[in-house]
């Protein structure tokens, strides 16, 4: 079974930075991995999927890399309503885990 | 393109409910159907997933041989029926249509509410 650690836990930072959340398997994934963005009272959103391919909508701001074992969601300048959790997930084999989230908090 | 989820509710530890979630927008028998589930406090967690035939069907440990999924393609519907429900099944149910070809979730419904106590 494959397990994907998300870290930080917690990232707190102001409008207008740069953040990077990390996820990481337990075994190599190739590119099966996908980011979700989580906002309260929300349904779950699609952000990038294979890795580095932005969904449909989603702002250029989004950003996906890695391959393997590492990967990086990047958001390059945090706007108020990138406040949410951030979900990895494989589709490399099942179960199909989802990691454990980092929420991003905006000061 | 909208998926609703609905049959959430109180029920008792040991009690059963059915979820039923009705895609609108596109036809369901085309796609890969999923459950995941956000509990309080905690992150959110694949339940199921059954193929578009509904030949191919996985469940989470945390769930296997409590529930089960199921699809009507002419009523445009996938089913969670969840037997024996524990307290630690309380949750928010998410129906999600599974992209072609790689099933990433996408979309998601709203979800419904189960909450199990006694």
């Known amino acids: 079974e494959i397990v994907l650690t998300q870290s930080p836990g917690t990232l707190s930072l102001s409008p207008g930075e740069r953040a990077a959340l990390s ?16 906002r309260p009272g929300q349904a779950p959103r ?6 580095s391919n932005r969904a449909t909508g989603i702002p250029a701001r989004f950003s996906g890399s890695g391959s393997g074992a590492d990967f990086t969601l990047t958001i390059s300048s945090l706007e108020p309503q990138d406040s949410a959790v951030y979900y990895c ?8 885990a989802f990691g454990q989230g980092t929420k991003v908090e905006i000061k | ?35 995941a589930r956000h509990a309080p ?43 024996n429900l524990r307290v630690d099944d309380t949750a928010f149910y998410y129906c999600a249509r599974g992209r ?19």
């Not at chain 1, 997930?89 to 199909?96: K, M, V």
């Not at chain 2, 989820?5 to 009705?22: A, F, H």
């Not at chain 2, 099933?103 to 106590?117: A, E, H, K, R, Y």
Request: hydrophobic share 35%.
């Open chain 1, 89 to 96: 997930q494989q589709r490399n084999s099942w179960p199909r």
């Open chain 2, 41 to 83: 406090g905690k992150g959110l967690e694949w339940v199921s997933t059954i193929s578009n035939s509904g030949t191919y069907i996985y469940y989470a440990d945390s769930v296997r041989g409590r529930f089960t999924i199921s699809r009507d393609n002419a009523k445009n519907s996938v089913y969670l029926q969840m037997n």
């Open chain 1, 23 to 38: 996820c990481r398997a337990s075994q190599n994934i190739n590119s099966d991995l996908a980011w979700y963005q989580h």
């Open chain 1, 46 to 51: 699609l952000l990038i999927y294979d890795a």
């Open chain 2, 1 to 35: 393109v909208q998926l609703v989820e609905s049959g959430g509710g109180l029920v008792k530890p040991g009690g059963s409910l059915r979820l039923s979630c009705v895609g609108s927008g596109f036809s369901v028998s085309t796609y890969t159907m999923n459950w």
């Open chain 2, 100 to 118: 072609l070809t790689t099933n990433w979730f996408d979309p998601w419904g709203q979800g419904t509410l189960v909450t199990v106590s006694s």
